[in-house]
């Protein structure tokens, strides 16, 4: 074994490197190799050209996180670690040789570990590196890690999602709980077909000081090295010591070179550098559109059924690059903070408010960086800069301030690399209610965000039994080409859509008797809505446009919290008079366009 880091706060900074570079080297075709034959592979160079170990070194020397860092080797190997640790700043006592110098006389990785936690009288917790790993992602934050380690009081083990074509075969899988983050089976090398996780296990792991004596049990009942590799030891520990060990996830890769030849070892470290060359200058700008309540709301808030529709009419762009610092950049329009005279800076204050779109990136970035925390997942040391458009108009009812949200998440996920299954989009509507609900108690349902999540014509059930059940109800796509068409009318000039349904809703939370059978039943939806929605908390601008609509032979609804109406023109003869009328009126009125992925 050689070139395993082992810190321990200490960090126990193992470089094991299970191999040798060898004859591979010297008879390699090209030539371009040889000068490479005999040098460690944890010394080969990594990403960008730089040594794989001086990257670890840097990685966990850089915030002077660790008490201690320790470096395991082999004797074969030692003298080239010694001459590395002098020219790198690292104390060369804290090179531990093993005394092994052949595949024969080797100890194992687990009896090396073991080796360090006694020589060195090892009384605090312990972190676990192998030093030859070559990581896609250079700007992971081991913080992050050590955070996650502390909060969960348990072992930790880092993973990640395998790429196509990597094989099982070659790496610990673990099956991972969505919900506790323990990981509850741990296979070492299985074969092909034998799990269906692609989560991939790797030499990274935290342990407790109160578990490190268990290295001692196992080294007792396991004598050959072919079962002293830390996956060996880690599937003992987890599937049969039952020892709790979380997992938290790293959205990158990992490639161990000691297990691997030349020709892996110059795949992976080309591929890894082409992914890191192109990371820096990636600019992702995502979408999210408003939506229309066709069915149903507001009674998403009180465990109903509903069905809405996102329509291509209206959007919100968010766009994320990379940057020295975290910047957001305000709206010149909604977030202004030039004014033309004082008496503009009121005229706009009073008709428009305090609240634009800034307060919403900044809300979705803290629960965002809260989320993986605790979820486990590891974000890249890298900043951005988040810039916004809309043309949602604002307070009507079409779920801007959450197309915005949602937007700003589509651009965080793609940004640090996390997939669907990191934030499934049911809790993910789930995180963009939050992020309003409780971040800046914007008063909202889960209809919005749902379908502006899955975008289409959804179906939404929000049934008392599944939303206490597993925190989210049931939502199916639809044929949007099965929707009408309708047309929208919404207010130039309207209130705070958020006052409409505050009073219904606390009569809700009261136990008021109407309240909670109009929100069962919708057999008779309209006729129990009308009695609860009545003309003083609809205001007179909806009414208004309920009447108009209505006139002109139109089936009309608000589709969301007021300040707008969507009509269903059963004589497409009276079409244009309506749309005159809603003009003439002073009201904004267009087709609704569905927009369907």
Known sequence: MEGNIISSHRLLGKSWVMGHPGSEYKNEATGL???????????????????????????????????????????????????????????AENIINDGSTTSETQLGAV????????????????????GDMLCEDLNFDIAEVLKFFKFKKGELAIYYEMEEGEKTESRGIVEVCPHTHRITKFSEKPSAGATASRLASVVFYCFQ?????????????????????????????INEANVPVFGMKLPTGFQLIGQVGLSEYRKWSAQYSTKQHGSTVKQITCRSYARVGIMGNPSDGFYGKTIAMTISNFWADVTIYESKRVVLIPHPLNDPTEFGSLQDLHGISQKEGYLGGLRLLQATCKQFYQYCSEQGIALAKRNFTLKYDTNIPRQVGLAGSSAIVSATLKCLMKFYDLIDEDLPKPLRANFILNVESEELVITAGLQDRVVQVYEGLVYMDFSKELMEKQGYGSYVNMDVSCAPKFWLAYMGDPSDSGKIHSNVRQR??????????????FADLTDQAKSIYTDACLGEGNMRMVQLGRKFGSVVKLPGSGGAVIGLCLDPDNLVELKEAFQEAGFVICDVVPYAP
């Open 33 to 91: 190799y040889s000068h490479l034959e005999g040098i460690p592979k944890a010394l080969l160079p990594g990403v960008g050209g730089k040594k794989i170990l001086d990257f670890w070194w840097e990685v966990v020397n850089l915030r002077h996180l660790f008490s201690e860092v320790y470096l395991v080797t082999n004797a074969d190997k030692y003298k080239y670690y010694e001459r590395w640790a002098t020219a790198s700043d690292f104390p």
């Open 111 to 130: 009896a090396d570990f073991e080796l360090v936690v006694r020589s060195k009288k090892f009384n605090e917790d312990v972190m676990v590196v192998a």
């Open 209 to 237: 000081r109160q578990t490190l004596p268990t290295l001692g049990e196992y080294l007792k009942h396991y004598l050959e090295v072919k079962d002293r590799d830390l996956g060996k030891y880690m599937e003992w520990l």
């Open 508 to 521: 809700w939370l009261n136990g008021d008797s109407d309240v909670v059978a109009a929100m069962k039943s």
